[in-house]
């Protein structure tokens, strides 16, 4: 399988130092000092299996990398129609797609029957041209479950273990869903198929939606958001909030609201990866993980009132500080 990693952040480096370790070839499309560490001295990832040290085939141009079969795209929200473009030389009649991304997809509402079907979501794909780009029949959902920081430019430590749901969007079980399932597991990634992708992108959002926006407002650690008492009310009302609306699209949540809870204290002292983004001065993904879920509430008349106050306020720092510092440096963020 010819396979492609497009974005060499944190996440990516983590996939493409894993898939390289188990034999696999592995292209990176690449810029800049990482692009230059990458084809010199390969990707470094520590993780809880040791360091890994391995070559990949780095380049800035998705034209010499050639047509993949699959391509995994690890990139914040932000920049995805700006990659989309880039990798279209590596798009043929097969490939596959899988945005690594947090938040709600563009194509939610494709690929499966409902009142709503082949609606956009404004907040994340106003023109369409996401899904110009990649169109459907291309994509398999994903939700990664990978804790990872960039320490310099293709040098990457992870301490939790790595876990990858994938999915495809019209909700069934396929050939090329297990094949590339096989090839995450035997990287040595947990690498789970789902035929209810979208339920699995719901419990995501939902953990992200209840504490990255307010840990930008607030500077939180997850363990102070979901305990400390005078922001758990504030946490646990967002939580009603986004249940309500996830359950509004029929999506199935395995925990309760308390169990959730808990798990966020568990997390213990750690920072989000939107706040880290905040602290670097890099965009915050404030459209995939909140106005995509306030407009799909509305979609059903729910009333999102607390979330849609933190959103705003996170949206207010976020502009304010792009104002002050236009020149945000790396992000090493999640």
């Known amino acids: 399988m010819r396979i492609c990693i497009a ?116 907040a994340i794909d106003p023109d369409g041209e996401l899904n110009r780009l990649v169109p459907e029949q291309h994509l398999i959902g994903c939700v990664v479950f990978i804790t990872a920081t960039r320490k ?61 926006p307010l840990s930008v407002v607030s500077g939180a650690t997850l363990e102070q958001l979901y305990s400390d008492p005078h922001l758990q009310p504030l946490v646990r009302r967002m939580l009603d909030e986004t249940l309500l609306a996830a359950a509004s699209h029929g999506a199935r949540i395995r925990f309760d609201p308390a169990t959730i809870m808990a798990m966020g204290t568990s997390m213990g002292s750690v920072k989000t990866s939107m706040l880290q983004d905040f602290e670097a001065g890099a965009p915050l993904e404030l459209a995939t993980i909140g106005h995509a879920v306030v407009e799909l509430a509305e979609k059903n008349g729910i009333a999102m009132p607390t979330t849609r106050h933190v959103l705003a306020l996170a949206e207010f720092l976020s502009r304010t500080a792009s104002q002050t510092n236009p020149n945000p440096i790396q992000n090493t963020a999640q």
């Open 7 to 122: 974005g060499a952040g944190a996440i990516g480096c983590t996939l493409a130092a894993r898939l390289a370790a188990s034999g696999q070839p592995v292209n990176v499309l690449a810029r800049g000092a990482t692009l230059k560490q990458l084809q010199h001295h390969g990707v470094q990832l520590t993780d809880l299996d040791g360091q890994h040290q391995v070559a990949v085939n780095a380049s800035h141009s998705a034209q010499a990398l050639g047509p993949q079969d699959l391509i995994l795209v690890c990139t914040k929200a932000p920049a995805l129609q700006a990659i989309f473009e880039q990798i279209q030389p590596m798009i043929h009649a097969d490939t596959v797609v899988i945005p690594v991304v947090n938040g709600l997809p563009w194509w939610y509402f494709r690929g499966i029957d409902s009142r709503f079907a082949n609606d956009r979501i404004d």
């Open 152 to 212: 310099a430019p293709g040098i990457v430590a992870a301490s939790n273990p790595h876990l990858m749901i994938m999915g495809e969007i019209t909700h069934q079980l396929t050939d090329r869903l297990e094949q590339v399932r096989r090839v995450i597991e035997q990287a040595g990634i947990e690498a789970r198929a789902s035929d209810t992708i979208r339920d699995q992108i719901w419990t995501k959002v939902i953990a992200n939606l209840t504490s990255n």
